[in-house]
């Protein structure tokens, strides 16, 4: 009996396998997978094994975790949003939302380099993988549908209409983006040639998927690719300086562009974020909290209004000032700077394979936080989005600060 405890615990306690089974469930909310019954009762079950995870870092994991200045930063966030979301806007769906934080900043983002290193890096491919291929059968079916202009229903429960299996082509979009940069690694990685073919044409299914879905913001992650391979294999730094300050200078540029060119290269979402800059001018230090987001920004409204209920604000650094104040925008900000630059430090110290292999999967975490220029999934909810952002984050820092090889 001691022995069947023991083993129950050290599964349960497996992080990775709580990530898979996430991804996979986070993926089925932008499909038509999310009415079936059993998927329903698995967001349940996944929901009730980080809180028992939670409690298991609490009680003796935090002594596995090597601390890192960008901890810092990260920590003051979860603590000062806390104390908003108990004194400032206390209500149940605040506390839920900051909960899903915790689950997103302690377990997915789970940091751990006294592990072997193979093993992490097995385990980073094994999501890669499981991904991909995902992907290679949802776009595939998605395609089909497309072309034929045939819908199916299954047992009256599941409805392939013309668009596929995703429900937002936005998200069909990104999700085929992330599958391109994850199968040109795969296909780096691979000995064998005939799947070296296989990660070659999935490369091309996806991106004909994400032309067909007409989500421009899915491009900024193909761009992440070629910009971030730019900037890591320069060294000089001027030219780097000059690659950080370009999307600076071409954000400004858009900015200025004028009113009705802004609407179109936005969709309007600059509407939304001139409201919520509003807001944030009159609730600067403490936001206005998750629960009030929808009427405040709705209240504060400014030019036409666009539903903003299931995407946020649209911006995720916009909506965290208005969610949650200035000052934790700014600790989130100085988090991802200093975080960032641990990377770029140790990307400087590869040779070769592994150097272009961890750059690719680097570009990945850019890019998203790109998309999250005009998308609000990095934070305060759990999507397919924040679960790669951070399982891959976490990777990558547990992977380049590694020297145990057994």
């Not at 967001?43 to 601390?67: E, H, M, N, Q, T």
């Not at 954000?251 to 009113?259: F, H, I, N, Q």
Request: a positive charge; hydrophobic letters at 55%.
């Amino acid at each position: 009996m001691k022995e069947i405890i023991k083993n129950i615990y050290k599964y349960v306690d497996n992080k990775f396998y709580f990530k898979l089974l996430y991804l996979f469930v986070t993926l089925t909310f932008v499909t038509i997978l999310k009415d079936v019954p059993v998927i329903k009762s698995l967001k349940y079950i996944v929901f009730a094994w980080a809180i028992i995870l939670i409690l298991f870092i609490i009680i003796d994991g935090y002594k596995r975790r090597k601390i890192y200045k960008f901890d810092i930063p990260l920590g003051t966030f979860i603590i000062l949003t806390l104390i908003f979301n108990l004194f400032a806007y206390r209500s149940i769906e605040n506390m839920r939302t900051w909960l899903v934080n915790l689950i997103l900043f302690i377990i997915i983002f789970s940091v751990d380099v006294f592990r072997d290193k193979k093993i992490l890096v097995k385990e980073m491919n094994i999501i890669t993988y499981f991904y991909a291929i995902i992907m290679f059968v949802a776009s595939s079916i998605s395609l089909i549908m497309r072309a034929s202009g045939k819908t199916i229903m299954i047992e009256g429960i599941l409805c392939i209409n013309t668009s596929g299996v995703f429900d937002n082509k936005n998200a069909l979009g990104i999700a085929a983006a992330i599958a391109i940069v994850m199968c040109i690694y795969l296909n780096y990685i691979e000995k064998n040639n005939k799947l070296k073919v296989f990660w070659f044409g999935n490369i091309i299914l996806q991106t004909i998927t994400m032309i067909e879905s007409e989500g421009r913001s899915a491009y900024l992650i193909v761009i992440a690719v070629v910009y971030t391979f730019i900037f890591i294999y320069n060294k000089n730094k001027y030219i780097r300086t000059t690659i950080v300050a370009l999307p600076i200078l071409v954000c400004t540029a858009v900015l200025e562009s004028g009113k009705i060119n802004l609407e179109r290269l936005t969709t309007e979402r600059n509407n939304i974020w001139d409201s919520a800059i509003v807001v944030i001018k009159g609730h600067l230090f403490t936001g206005v909290g998750n629960s009030n987001l929808f009427e405040a920004v709705k209240n504060a409204r400014i030019g036409w209004y666009v539903p903003m209920r299931d995407g946020g604000v649209h911006n995720i650094y916009v909506q965290i000032g208005t969610a949650n104040g200035i000052i934790a925008l700014l600790l989130f900000l100085i988090f991802l700077g200093m975080i960032l630059m641990f990377i770029v430090q140790h990307l400087d110290k590869l040779q070769r394979k592994e150097k272009l292999q961890m750059t690719t999967l680097t570009s990945i975490i850019v890019g998203i936080l790109a998309v999250n220029l005009f998308e609000s999934t990095l934070v305060y909810m759990v999507s397919f989005m924040s679960l790669i952002f951070w399982i891959y984050l976490g990777y990558l820092v547990s992977i380049l600060d590694n020297k145990n090889i057994d």
